[in-house]
């Protein structure tokens, strides 16, 4: 590991100042992936800004009926809420389904948004990698892509985003609350924060430098029955397959309204608007669920040792969705 320089912030506003002064300067909270990259010469920080004890640790209700979770919220404690299970519980079922428990007791909200992939690539620093090392080249493209993406890669870079929880808070709409250097604060779509690849995989999120998270928005809880899939190689602890937050709205023996979104597909949570949209009005049929489900993967393409992803996501959709219809209404 480098030698780095540490300060502990006392407040969010001369942590992001802090981070923004240095060019290699990196906010730090649990550590939980930072640490690691570090250790392995992966990250380079030059100075760390630990931003654990800011007090950005409560969830709160808003004036909307939704919730507003600190930044420093442990992961664990998120998941454990009362208020998070009973109205919104595909996000704990995420967080329960990402981690053991003692990383979800150190990892914060924030810091599991900004985790970065866990692509063997990335991680070797022997072979090329452009999200690593820009314009060295994508190892992953001709290699051993088997937990790579399928959708909105691009020939720079087919790593896919390893959280759960973000994908579950896609499927809720969740905005999220920063801070800049200058005291700025801006809400942002939850959709809107992490970038697909294209030709700049380095650049993964919408934040600016120094730009520091404070919070998570959730919307009034949504009409319908959710659901959270995750399919892995392994029962525990190890990262999705493919994974699907489903939400479905039911009128009588018609789908009003469903929300679908995807992890371990895509360098980001992958919202399927386009399958959305084929349930609305549509009867809770096999036929209804199997087009959605196409709807969902018609845009994506195997790299070869991925290929299998394309029809286990189709299942996983279908099957997530079937099973949230089935609940009672």
């Known amino acids: 590991m480098r030698a780095f320089t540490y300060?502990?912030?006392g407040r969010a506003?001369?942590?992001?100042?802090?981070?923004?002064?240095?060019?290699?300067?990196?906010?730090?909270?649990g550590g939980t992936n930072l640490l690691d990259l570090m250790k392995l010469d992966i990250e380079r920080p030059a100075h760390l800004v630990d931003i654990s004890r800011l007090p950005l640790d409560r969830i709160e209700e808003t004036e909307e009926g939704g919730l507003r979770i600190g930044a420093q919220v442990r992961n664990s404690d998120l998941a454990a809420e009362p208020r998070v299970r009973s109205q919104y519980p595909m996000l704990s079922q995420a967080l329960l389904a990402g981690a053991s428990g003692q990383i979800r007791n150190k990892a914060s909200t924030a810091g599991n948004l900004l985790q970065r992939t866990r692509c063997f690539y990335f991680y070797d620093r022997n072979m090329p990698c452009n999200k690593r090392e820009p314009g060295s080249g994508c190892a992953a493209l001709q290699g051993f892509n088997r937990m790579h993406a399928v959708l909105?890669?691009?020939e720079a870079c087919i790593a896919v985003h390893p959280s759960d929880m973000a994908v579950a808070m896609a499927g809720l709409d969740a905005r999220i609350?920063?801070?800049?250097?200058?005291g700025?604060?801006?809400?942002?779509?939850i959709d809107d924060l992490h970038r697909l690849p294209g030709t700049t995989p380095d650049v993964e999120t919408a934040l600016g430098h120094g730009e520091m998270i404070t919070a998570v928005t959730l919307p009034p809880p949504p009409p319908g029955r959710q659901l959270y899939r995750k399919v892995r190689d392994r029962a525990s602890y190890a990262f999705a397959l493919v994974s699907v937050a489903a939400i479905v709205e039911k009128s009588g023996d018609r789908i009003r309204s469903a929300r679908i979104a995807m992890?371990?597909?895509?360098?980001?949570?992958?919202?399927?608007t386009a399958a959305e949209q084929?349930?609305?009005?549509?009867?809770?049929?096999?036929?209804a669920l199997t087009e959605a489900a196409e709807a969902a993967l018609a845009e994506a393409v195997g790299h070869g040792a991925n290929d299998f992803k394309i029809p286990l996501a189709k299942r996983t959709v279908r099957h997530t969705l079937a099973a949230a219809a089935a609940e009672r209404a």
């Open 7 to 9: 300060e502990r912030a």
């Open 13 to 29: 506003e001369e942590a992001a100042a802090a981070v923004a002064n240095q060019p290699d300067a990196k906010f730090i909270s």
């Open 152 to 154: 909105g890669a691009s």
């Open 177 to 182: 609350e920063t801070l800049s250097p200058g």
């Open 184 to 189: 700025e604060a801006r809400t942002i779509p």
């Open 263 to 272: 992890g371990g597909v895509a360098a980001k949570p992958w919202r399927a």
């Open 278 to 287: 084929t349930l609305s009005g549509a009867l809770v049929s096999d036929g």
